[in-house]
Every structure is written in structure tokens, then in C-alpha cells.
């Protein structure tokens, strides 16, 4: 079946560090894929998406590209600030269905 | 702009007692969802309803009732809670009718405690 599988955190970094967190995926066909992320006691936001092979979504100094060969999706970001510090999913939109999979989360804490 | 809106925020249940989440969306979407979030586990999908009058189970559906009472309103019931339901749930909506692939946007989620 489909399903997300993103690395497990928590993930510590000082400011201005770079940020890689990974994002595997197994689906049939052509899946839209998204990052999310989650603030303190707050609801999941929409960080960045991508909808077909090769493309690359960004948004806030964030980018993932969606690698088919390698049914990848991992996030990324050059320059990390603290108010970066949250929870990021990685998730999935099978093709044709209305359904999200989402990955366990990965827990980013951001140092000064 | 409300977006998704659920209530309440947080509740405290015994074992066995019975409640309602409320859940409404005022972007005239036709998917609804609702997820629970436990720790290490990601969200999990209970149910959706893909249209008003239509609801499916999903991933873990058991011990949990829904109703699209309409096009904006979605409601998730517990009847009789159990200690492993504490989570936090959320509620998604998502626009389906255009054809454009599109995101599924969060409510502020609601926080269970069971005991």
C-alpha cells in the first residue's frame, strides 16, 4: 500500500546550519507530495508541494524535489533560524485519490 | 478568513462516556477528513467523507462515528471513550471539485484526554 517513510527525529542544529530531512515513499503511479509543518500547539500548515516528477517546490528558503527514481522527497533548507523549530511531515496524495499519507514527523529544534 | 474550525480545544472524558468534535469549514470544499495524531505514529486517518451525504472509514476507524451533516460540517463521535483514544485530532478539508491538485488544510486540532 501507499505509504511515507521520513527520518525520525529530533533533529538539533544551531542557527544558520543546513537542513536536510529525508522523505521516502512507496505509491503506484504518479503521487502529489507535500511537506507540512506544525508549530507549538498549533494545526498543520502547508510548508510546500510538489505534483509531478523533477518538480521542486519552495517556500520560506525551503526546497524538496520530487526524484521518481528514487521515490524521494527530501526537505531541505540552506540557512536554518530558530523560528524554523517545529514539526515537519512529509506526505502523500496517491494518484487519483483524495486520501493523504502522512510520515511519522521529524522533530527540528533550532539552537542560537 | 475562519478556514477550519474545530471545537473544542481540549477535553478531559472518563472511561466510557460519550462526546461529539465539531468540525466546520467555510472554504466550500467537498473532502473532509479527520486524523489523529499520537506520538511517533505521524496522523493517522479515522475517517473522510468525500462529498456531503457520503462518508468512508479510514486507517483506524474503529471506536469512532462520523456525520457530514452538510457541506461545511463534519463531526466525529466517540461513544464510549477509552483510555487509548487520548490524542489530538484534527479535522482537513480539501477542494476537490476543480480538478487542480490542491492541499488539505488543518484545523487547530482538538487535545483528548481519556482516563
Known amino acids: 500500500g501507499d505509504s511515507v517513510t521520513q527520518m525520525e527525529g529530533p533533529v538539533t542544529l544551531s542557527e544558520e546550519a543546513f537542513l536536510t530531512i529525508n522523505c521516502t515513499y512507496t505509491a503506484t503511479g504518479y503521487p502529489s507530495l507535500f511537506w507540512y509543518v506544525q508549530y507549538p500547539g498549533e494545526g498543520l500548515q502547508l510548508l510546500l508541494k510538489a505534483t509531478k516528477a523533477d518538480d521542486k517546490g519552495s517556500n520560506k528558503g525551503f526546497e524538496a524535489t520530487y526524484r521518481k527514481e528514487t521515490t524521494s522527497f527530501h526537505l531541505e533548507k540552506g540557512s536554518v533560524q530558530v523560528s524554523d523549530s517545529a514539526v515537519y511531515f512529509c506526505a502523500l496524495r496517491p494518484q487519483n485519490f483524495n486520501k493523504f499519507y502522512f510520515g511519522s514527523g521529524t522533530k527540528l529544534n533550532v539552537k542560537p | 478568513n475562519a478556514g477550519v474550525t474545530q471545537t473544542p480545544k481540549f477535553q478531559v472524558l472518563k472511561t466510557g462516556q460519550s462526546m461529539t468534535l465539531q468540525c466546520a469549514q467555510d472554504m466550500n470544499h467537498n473532502s473532509m477528513y479527520w486524523y489523529r495524531q499520537d506520538p511517533g505514529m505521524g496522523l493517522r486517518l479515522i475517517y473522510y467523507s468525500a462529498s456531503e451525504g457520503t462518508t468512508d472509514k479510514g486507517e483506524v476507524p474503529n471506536g469512532y462515528n462520523v456525520s457530514r451533516l452538510n457541506k461545511r460540517e463534519f463531526s466525529l463521535r466517540l461513544e464510549s471513550a477509552a483510555p487509548s483514544q487520548t490524542s489530538v485530532y484534527f479535522c482537513?478539508?480539501?477542494?476537490?471539485?476543480?480538478?487542480?491538485?490542491?492541499?488539505?488544510?488543518f484545523g487547530q486540532g482538538t487535545r483528548l484526554t481519556v482516563v
Open positions: 482537513a478539508s480539501k477542494d476537490t471539485a476543480t480538478g487542480v491538485i490542491t492541499e488539505a488544510f
